[in-house]
């Protein structure tokens, strides 16, 4: 009787050991699966891409530039975001009452009659296009191509809508690389028609076709 009594304890804990081994490496291969960490890594590349596009919709260049390789920039932050911005062309109203600019007149043709103005693009005027929700989507792995390095890509989809026109949807692909520890834009293309028939739009664009 004590015999089977020493064999039944000792069967139980060796069962109860390799329990506990099994779990353990349950938990292991958990915590290093390979999918898991290229989720994070797709969705920090999502992000990026998303920040950037829209920083630059509402013409934020600093927080865009920002957010640029230093190739992209070509300079400082600061100098990549007054490239991009227009010049303001807006002036004190109390001067603009006081002493009114000169201005050129406009052609007078035969007739008598002028042409009409020409709308200019402003970042504030009426005929600012208004961009809709950006979405990011999409994540391959893109090849070195001329002076980009290899990296991922990214799909952006947003919508644009100009006064007195029907909304029509913007396509970008966008070259995300990781430097200085940070994942960084350094290139983006407009997605053409004939990208979608060469496997992924996002690295026909990137690539050049």
């Known amino acids: 009787m004590m015999r089977r009594t020493t064999a039944a304890v000792m069967t139980a804990g060796i069962l109860a050991l390799a329990g506990c081994s099994s779990s353990g490496d349950d938990d292991g291969n958990k915590g290093s699966d390979p999918s898991s960490s290229q989720a994070a890594a797709d969705d920090a590349l999502l992000k990026v ?21 230093d190739r992209l920039r ?5 100098e990549c975001a007054d490239r991009n911005t227009p010049d303001d062309p807006a002036t004190d109203p109390a001067e603009e009452s006081s002493s009114p600019s000169p201005s050129v007149s406009p052609p007078t043709y035969a007739d008598g009659s002028t042409p009409a103005p020409i709308e200019s693009s402003t970042p504030t005027g009426p005929d600012r296009a208004d961009t809709g929700p950006v979405s990011a989507s999409d994540v391959v ?3 070195a191509v001329d002076d ?7 799909l952006i989809t947003y919508t644009v809508k100009w006064p007195d026109k029907a909304a029509t949807t ?3 692909a966008l070259r995300l690389v990781e430097e200085g520890g940070s994942w960084l834009v350094d290139q983006h293309e407009d997605v053409q ?4 028939g060469n496997g992924s739009p996002v690295r026909a664009a990137l690539s050049g076709g």
């Open 193 to 196: 028609a004939g990208d979608t």
């Open 148 to 154: 980009h390095p290899a990296g991922y890509g990214v």
């Open 74 to 78: 070509d300079g400082t932050v600061e």
């Open 141 to 143: 792995k893109v090849s």
């Open 170 to 172: 913007k396509r970008r």
């Open 49 to 69: 891409a998303k920040d950037y596009q829209e920083a630059a919709n509402r013409l934020d260049w600093k927080a865009a530039c920002g957010l640029s390789t």
